[in-house]
């Protein structure tokens, strides 16, 4: 496996939740950072959350701070996106991809992505 694989999106109603999920292959991602990004239609791919590989860092952007959480069991070989209080500005397609720093913020600092996944929040 050479990209990793979301899943959890849906439709939800505001002020609702969702947790997705990201699978990778640990032959593959072990030892590395990940993260999650989002792109709604008609928008440049925005940072949503990065975790170090043992989990001693993480860090979320400002617009879904203390609505969205990450986390990850290595032992599952999974990354988690909980993302509670759901708002339809968060509506978009949800990527994972693997780090190439410790705690990596930018595009640039990815590699490695996934499919996606779809979220829609309805008002």
């Known amino acids: 496996q050479v990209q990793p694989v979301e899943s959890g999106g849906g439709l939800v109603q505001a002020g609702g939740s969702l947790r997705l999920s990201c699978a990778y292959s640990?032959?593959?991602?072990?030892?590395?950072?990940m993260g999650w990004f989002r792109q709604a239609p008609g928008k440049e791919r925005e940072f949503v959350a990065a975790?170090?590989?043992?989990?001693?860092?993480?860090y979320v952007t400002d617009s879904v701070k203390g609505r969205f959480t990450i986390s990850r069991d290595n032992a599952k070989n999974t990354v988690y996106l909980q993302m509670n209080s759901l708002e339809p500005e968060d509506t978009a397609d949800y990527y994972c991809?693997?780090?190439?720093?410790?705690?990596?913020?930018?595009?640039?600092?990815?590699?490695?992505w996934g499919q996606g996944t779809q979220v829609t929040v309805s008002s």
């Open positions: 640990p032959r593959t991602f072990s030892g590395l950072s």
């Open positions: 975790i170090s590989w043992t989990g001693h860092m993480a």
């Open positions: 991809a693997a780090g190439r720093t410790i705690l990596p913020r930018t595009v640039g600092d990815f590699s490695s």
